[in-house]
């Protein structure tokens, strides 16, 4: 059974592994071939060997970084989860701090990297975490909120014939059919914590991360050094996007329903 | 509220008295959805409402179950308040939507309303199994809701509204969302279920032939505001398949054809 489904998962990835491998193969050829100059592009392999290379650096510099994406992506999490708990229970409260969050969206938050940099101090992790936080605060409270109030009606009134209580209603109905929406959320911003943690730390700060690894090294001319570092702080994406798949999957179970496919990207359920 | 029969003294199931409901009441969308409903059905009883829509025979199948609150008169279900009854558990409620909780099995969905109720475990699963046996879906306890047909979700949302033995089943259109042969077919299922029980079922349909094939007696409401129109007696004797071809039954569905037309006529 589980042989099957690893063996079933290898053959799923099969297809993205090739586009992969001819894409980091035609890279590599189109620049040698064209005799692209190192500071256009330089190739897959010089890219490798810079990596390795650099190594203890890079591993240092995306463990940093990834603590601050990481704490800032979980503050983030947290808030907008309590912040759509509570303006669902309270409705008036919603009316409030909806607007207000929408406009705070609307603000591009990292570009206030430099002022959180003053507030909260240049040298130390809290600003980096708190652009990192603002960032993925808003989607994930607007999709929870979502699935918090888009019950289907019938479902209310089953609950309230049963005179269940609202936190009854909150803790069966609400909270299970808000965890689609919560994971569409999560596949968002778990990398997107990372971009903004990368942006923030364009703006100075320790020379120690990953952001800033890339700005300097690409000040002093050494782009395949900065490719590298480029490649990491993907790798860290998709580390992050990958676990909040696995919080999914682990969270619905019935989502993976014999006969019902992988309907993940579906958010909401079929009625 | 009783009634004597027999010599003995029996309580309504539900009765009914001059109920007016209005929503949005002092604003200028004011809507008088009933008005002067009376109405009494016995213990035991299967009674359809039915009517044009818009008629507010699900609006009356909710003040039944006291999710809604009448504007004036007063319900009550067993002999005291509609709101008691509720919080007694005196009834369960089926609707169009299955209403199914995706994230529970099927047994656990059956189990639902005895959870809430502090049932045992060894209780639950005990009459989870017996409402499984019910409806006819033994070994589909562990499925998800996701992997069942339309039918069979409507099987398991009246397993679950029978669950904890109510006196009283209140279902709004429940086999509304069904292709015609499940549909009859559940028809069937519902009968069989209501003589094993012996629940008293309150029916809202607007099928002319479901009204007629299910019940002992159909309520047939005008549209805005909703009012009793008549009240027919269906007296065709143990259902079977051979019923829809009875002579019988064309006369009936034909009476209350003609009453609907009578209602929609004075629109």
């Known amino acids: ?271 | 509220m009783s009634t004597a029969i027999g010599g003995t003294t029996r309580e309504h199931a539900v009765c009914i008295d001059s109920v007016d409901m209005a929503f949005n009441v002092g604003n200028d969308d004011e809507v008088q959805a009933l008005s002067s409903i009376d109405l009494q059905i016995e213990q035991g009883e299967f009674v359809s409402l039915i009517g044009p829509s818009g008629c507010g025979k699900s609006t009356m199948l909710r003040l039944i179950g006291d999710l809604l609150t009448p504007t004036s008169g007063s319900v009550s279900v067993f002999g005291k308040p509609a709101h008691d009854a509720r919080v007694d558990q005196d009834y369960g409620m089926v609707f169009q939507h299955p209403g199914l909780f995706d994230w529970r099995r099927v047994r656990a969905n059956i189990e639902l309303p005895l959870e809430l109720h502090d049932w045992s475990k060894a209780d639950r699963t005990d009459r989870s199994a017996e409402m499984l046996q019910l409806v006819k879906l033994d070994g589909f306890g562990e499925y998800y809701p996701r992997q069942l047909s339309g039918g069979m979700k409507q099987r398991v949302s009246i397993a679950r509204a029978l669950s904890f033995s109510p006196r009283l089943l209140l279902m709004d259109e429940p086999f509304g969302a069904l292709d015609e042969m499940t549909r009859e077919h559940m028809q069937g299922e519902l009968l069989r279920i209501w003589k094993e029980t012996g629940t008293t079922v309150v029916f809202v349909t607007h099928s002319i032939p479901e009204s007629a094939f299910l019940s002992n007696r159909v309520v047939v409401l005008s549209a805005r505001p909703g009012e009793v129109n008549s009240v027919i007696d269906v007296n065709l004797g143990e259902r079977t398949p051979d019923t829809r071809e009875d002579p019988k039954f064309f006369q009936t569905t034909t009476e209350i054809r003609e009453a609907l037309r009578a209602v929609e006529g004075a629109v």
């Not at chain 1, 965890?179 to 596949?187: E, V």
């Not at chain 1, 990372?194 to 001319?221: C, K």
């Open chain 1, 1 to 271: 059974m589980i042989a099957t489904i690893v063996a079933k998962r290898i053959r799923s990835l099969g297809p993205a592994l090739l586009v992969g491998v001819a894409g980091l193969t035609l890279w590599e050829l189109v620049v040698r071939v064209f005799r692209i100059r190192e500071f256009l592009l330089p190739t897959p392999s010089s890219i490798r060997s810079e990596l390795v290379d650099n190594w203890s650096m890079m591993r240092h510099a995306v463990w940093e970084t990834g603590r601050i994406a990481v704490s800032g992506l979980l503050f983030g999490i947290f808030a907008g989860v309590v912040l759509a708990l509570v303006t669902t229970r309270f409705r008036s409260l919603n009316e409030g701090l909806t607007p207000l969050a929408v406009a705070v969206n609307a603000t591009p938050i990292v570009a206030l990297a430099p002022i959180f940099n003053a507030w909260f101090g240049i040298t130390g992790t809290l600003s980096n975490q708190a652009v990192v936080t603002a960032v993925v605060f808003f989607p994930v409270f607007i999709n929870s909120a979502k699935g918090l109030t888009e019950v289907h009606p019938d479902e209310i009134e089953l609950m309230r014939s049963y005179a269940a209580s609202d936190w009854t209603i909150m803790r069966e109905v609400r909270i299970p059919n808000a965890l689609p929406f919560f994971a569409n959320a999560l596949r968002l911003v778990a990398p997107l914590s990372v971009i903004a943690a990368i942006i923030a730390e364009y703006f100075g700060g320790p020379q120690d991360r990953i952001g800033n690894v890339i700005t300097s090294n690409a000040g002093l001319a050494r782009y395949d050094v900065a490719w590298a570092a480029i490649a990491v702080a993907s790798a860290l994406g998709l580390a992050l996007f990958a676990g909040a798949l696995i919080v999914e999957r682990v969270s619905m179970p019935w989502r993976l329903g014999v006969g019902g496919g992988d309907s993940n990207n579906n958010p909401g359920r079929e009625t």
